[in-house]
């Protein structure tokens, strides 16, 4: 293939992507971005009401029904939460990170949008523990994988989840995995 063909195949691509693209943003009523298609699943499955607009500070939204019912969630959606989680200075009272697959060291090339994990951290608990920890909170904060294994909710949940799926929530999550 020439420099060409591969212009020409890359111009066709990228059509194809903006035209999907078009139809998830109709149905998520937001963008197409990783981060927005994260938040519009986790509301369905979570029954979370999320904030007017994208852009709020500090939570993305309240849990309407079960356990957590009134509490404010900040909902991260990664394709690969162990390599780090966004931490913002704003109060919410948890965190609600999906995550693809573990990715293997060095991969930067596509990686596929999966769901495979779901974790639900207790933000007060979470900033004690990387405080004591003396761990830098802000960006890609570094957390440990039985952090995240003690929080999981999806698949199976940890030893301290926070929370129980009902069978369908976890049937819902296991739709992109």
């Not at 500090?58 to 991260?76: A, C, E, Q, Y």
């Not at 060095?106 to 951290?121: D, N, P």
């Amino acid at each position: 293939m020439d420099v060409n063909d591969d212009l020409h195949s890359l111009a066709e691509l990228l059509r194809v992507r903006d035209e999907a693209e078009a139809r998830i943003a109709e149905v998520t009523g937001r963008s197409a971005r990783q981060g927005d298609v994260g938040e519009f699943i986790a509301s369905r499955v979570f029954d979370i009401e999320l904030a007017a607009t994208a852009t709020q500070a500090g939570h993305d939204g309240v849990f309407r029904s079960g356990p957590l019912m009134g509490r404010t969630v900040n909902i991260k959606t990664y394709g690969d939460a162990f390599t780090g989680i966004d931490i913002s200075p704003h109060p919410c009272d948890y965190y609600l990170v999906l995550s693809g697959p573990r990715r293997p060291a060095g991969t930067v090339r596509h990686h596929q949008w999966q769901i495979s994990e779901a974790f639900l951290f207790d933000t007060a608990r979470l900033r004690a523990l990387l405080t004591e920890r003396d761990v830098k909170i802000g960006m890609a904060t570094s957390v440990r994988k039985s952090d995240l294994e003690a929080v999981r909710v999806f698949p199976e949940p940890g030893p301290n989840s926070p929370l129980l799926l009902t069978p369908e929530q976890a049937a819902l999550l296991a739709l992109f995995g």
